[in-house]
C-alpha cells in the first residue's frame, strides 16, 4: 500500500495531475516522470506515442509504483488500452474523468474540448462522452501551439492571449456551456481560459478529476496508503535544471531533486 503512485507526461504538463494527488491524497507518494527530451506528444504519431509510453512505463516499473497515471491526454488516447494489457497493476489515463464531469455540468448539451492535435484528432473525448450519453454535441479544437507556450512559461503573456482567443472564437460562437481543458498544460492556462470565456461557461479540468478517479480507484483495490513515509521523486529525458525551476512554481516546495533518464534505455 506505502509504494508510489507512478505519474508520466511529455512534460511539464503532468504536474498539474500530481498536484492533485498530492493535495487529494497527501499520504500517497508520487514517482513522476516527464518526457521533456522528447515534447510535445500531440504532434506526433499513434505508433510514436505508443512507443515512448511503454518506454517510460517500463522505467517507472523500476521504481516499483503500485498503479500508473498517463497524465497526458494525448498518450491517454493512443496508449492506455495496449498498457492495459501488458501491466499487471493498476493503470488509468486522463480522459474518462473529465469526459463524464463534462457531460454533467452541460445545461444545454453542447461540450466544447480543446487539445492537442494528436488528442483532438483521435476523437476520444467526443467517443467517451457519446458514450455517457449519445445525443450530446461535441465541439473540438485543436490547440497545437499552447503546449509549447507553457513549456516556454509564457503562461501570463499577451501572446497566449491572443492564440487562446483564435482557438476558441468557434466554440464561443456555437454557445457551449462546458468546455473540457483537454490537455494537463492547459490547467496552468485556467485564468486566460476563464477571462475569455466568460462565467457561464463550466471549465473543466481533466488534473482534479483524475486525481478523483484515482483515490477511488486505490480505495476500491485496497492500495490506499496508511500514515507512512511520503517521499516524492521526479525525473526527466532532459533539461533537468529548467524543469526544477518550472515545477517550483507549480508545486513549491515539493520539487527538491530532479533526476536524468536516458529512458531510450527502456
Known amino acids: 500500500m506505502n509504494l508510489p503512485i507512478g505519474v508520466f507526461d511529455s512534460g511539464v504538463g503532468g504536474l498539474t495531475v500530481a498536484?492533485?494527488?498530492?493535495?487529494?491524497?497527501?499520504?500517497?507518494?508520487?514517482?513522476?516522470?516527464?518526457?521533456?527530451a522528447r515534447v510535445p506528444y500531440g504532434s506526433k504519431s499513434k505508433d510514436t506515442i505508443i512507443k515512448y509510453s511503454g518506454?517510460?512505463?517500463k522505467f517507472l516499473q523500476t521504481k516499483n509504483v503500485k498503479a500508473i497515471v498517463i497524465a497526458c491526454n494525448t498518450a491517454s488516447a493512443f496508449a492506455?488500452?495496449?498498457?492495459?494489457?501488458?501491466?499487471?497493476?493498476?493503470?488509468?489515463?486522463?480522459?474518462?474523468?473529465g469526459a463524464i464531469t463534462a457531460a454533467k455540468a452541460t445545461k444545454v448539451g453542447r461540450i466544447g474540448v480543446v487539445g492537442t492535435s494528436g488528442t483532438i484528432s483521435s476523437g476520444i473525448y467526443e467517443k467517451t462522452i457519446h458514450e455517457i450519453n449519445s445525443e450530446l454535441e461535441v465541439i473540438q479544437k485543436a490547440c497545437p501551439l499552447l503546449v509549447p507556450l507553457v513549456e516556454e512559461g509564457l503562461i501570463n503573456d499577451s501572446v497566449t492571449d491572443e492564440i487562446i482567443s483564435r482557438y476558441v472564437s468557434d466554440l464561443k460562437s456555437r454557445h457551449i456551456d462546458s468546455l473540457v481543458l483537454g490537455c494537463t498544460h492547459y490547467p496552468l492556462l485556467y485564468n486566460t481560459f476563464r477571462r475569455i470565456m466568460g462565467e457561464g461557461v463550466s471549465l473543466v479540468n481533466p488534473a482534479y478529476e483524475t486525481a478523483k478517479e484515482l483515490k477511488s480507484l486505490l480505495t476500491c483495490e485496497n492500495l490506499c496508503a496508511d500514515k507512512g513515509e511520503v517521499f516524492h521523486e521526479f525525473?526527466?529525458?532532459?533539461?533537468?535544471?529548467?524543469f526544477s525551476d518550472f515545477a517550483s512554481s507549480i508545486i513549491p516546495g515539493v520539487v527538491k531533486n530532479t533526476g536524468v533518464i536516458n529512458i531510450e534505455e527502456f
Open 235 to 242: 525525473y526527466v529525458s532532459d533539461m533537468a535544471e529548467r
Open 19 to 36: 498536484k492533485e494527488i498530492i493535495a487529494q491524497m497527501p499520504n500517497e507518494s508520487i514517482v513522476y516522470f516527464g518526457d521533456t
Open 55 to 57: 518506454q517510460i512505463v
Open 80 to 97: 492506455l488500452d495496449i498498457l492495459k494489457t501488458e501491466i499487471d497493476i493498476p493503470i488509468m489515463g486522463v480522459i474518462h474523468a
